[in-house]
């Protein structure tokens, strides 16, 4: 058995959230969430303490979803 290595795009990122991460889906959660000018992603209301977890962490350690949790902050900030 081999583990397939995690792709670090949206998608890949909202699968590890746990959310759906088809275009479509991504594209809604996008439109239908928004965050504040100074509030941090991973302190927004509409997380679970885990995918807050998530996103703190991958922060705080400049892992490889960094750059992509980067990128949705930037679309949430929109």
Excluded: C
């Amino acid at each position: 058995m081999t583990l397939e290595e995690p792709v670090y795009d949206l998608a890949g990122l909202f699968e590890q959230l746990g959310l759906p991460d088809d275009p479509e889906s991504i594209d809604q959660f996008i439109a239908s969430h928004s965050l504040g000018p100074d509030q941090p992603i991973e302190e927004a209301p509409f997380w679970n303490p885990a995918q807050a977890e998530f996103l703190r962490e991958g922060l705080r350690k400049d892992a490889d979803w960094a750059e992509v949790i980067d990128e949705l902050n930037a679309l949430l900030h929109k």
